[in-house]
């Protein structure tokens, strides 16, 4: 297995540099809710925090989400479904007809629920995580002012490019996982990529990848980055 500081490791050295991708994220603002009660989970460094709000785990990565009573937003990936909908499109048309989902924690429950029914990656998992309004208000193009940002005001677009470091693994290698979570990794029939972000380490499946960023440098000595085969040597 990969541990995570045999993966720092490879960080220090000459590693692939990429950005995200125009693909666009669906960023679901919940703030305000109510019903919540006070969770403890643990944060993306993996530290242990407490905040009210409502906890669930992203199935891709195993990783603890709290959606904070104060801040909190839901956010998939935008893709197109297999009835022809966006997800965004979706996920309106379910605020639309389901008013409590962002008013009581049970309604927020429920949507978590259904976003993970919609926002099935190429793992066969869902992918659904949560930040806050002022990572959307900053880094998501086009986002209204942090303070603007209401309650089950859909906000769809891109993130605002910043570099990030990955490199890849052979399909079968386990990853221990992202910090925060219990449960490994692994990469899956196409491999995978390792990436480092200002939220720290994760896996991310190397079809997932390359919708979602775009390689700009790339270790001379390893050869080329492809998006079907990850490193070619």
């Known amino acids: 297995m990969l541990t995570r500081e045999e993966a720092a490791k490879i960080f220090e ?3 692939i540099e990429c950005t995200p991708t125009d693909r666009k994220r669906v960023c679901v603002p919940i703030h305000n809710f109510v019903g919540a ?4 989970f643990t944060s993306w460094d993996g530290s242990k ?3 009210k ?3 669930f785990v992203n199935e891709t990565d195993g990783s603890e989400q709290l959606a904070a009573v104060d801040s909190g937003v839901l956010m998939c990936y935008e893709d197109k479904m297999s009835d022809g909908r966006m997800r965004s499109e979706a996920i309106k048309e379910y605020l639309e007809k389901h008013p409590l989902a962002v008013k009581t924690v049970n309604g927020v429950a429920d949507l978590v ?3 993970n029914s919609i926002a099935i990656g190429s793992s066969g998992k869902s992918d659904v995580y949560t930040t806050d309004l002022g990572f959307v208000s900053k880094k998501i193009a086009g986002a209204p002012a942090k303070e ?3 309650p089950g005001q859909v906000v769809v677009g891109q993130k ?3 570099r990030v470091k990955a490199f890849f693994v052979e399909p079968g290698t386990q990853f221990e996982g992202a910090e925060g979570t219990s449960e490994p990794q ?3 029939a196409k491999g995978a990529y390792v990436l480092k972000d200002s939220s720290g380490m994760r896996l991310i499946q190397a079809e997932e990848f390359v919708k979602s960023y775009k390689v700009i440098s790339e270790p001379k000595a390893k050869g080329k980055a492809t998006p079907d085969k990850g490193i070619e040597m």
């Open 13 to 15: 050295g000459e590693t």
């Open 37 to 40: 009660k006070e969770e403890e």
């Open 49 to 51: 925090q407490k905040a």
């Open 53 to 55: 709000g409502y906890k």
């Open 113 to 115: 629920t259904f976003m």
């Open 148 to 150: 603007d940002i209401q």
């Open 160 to 162: 605002i490019s910043n």
């Open 186 to 188: 692994t990469a899956g």
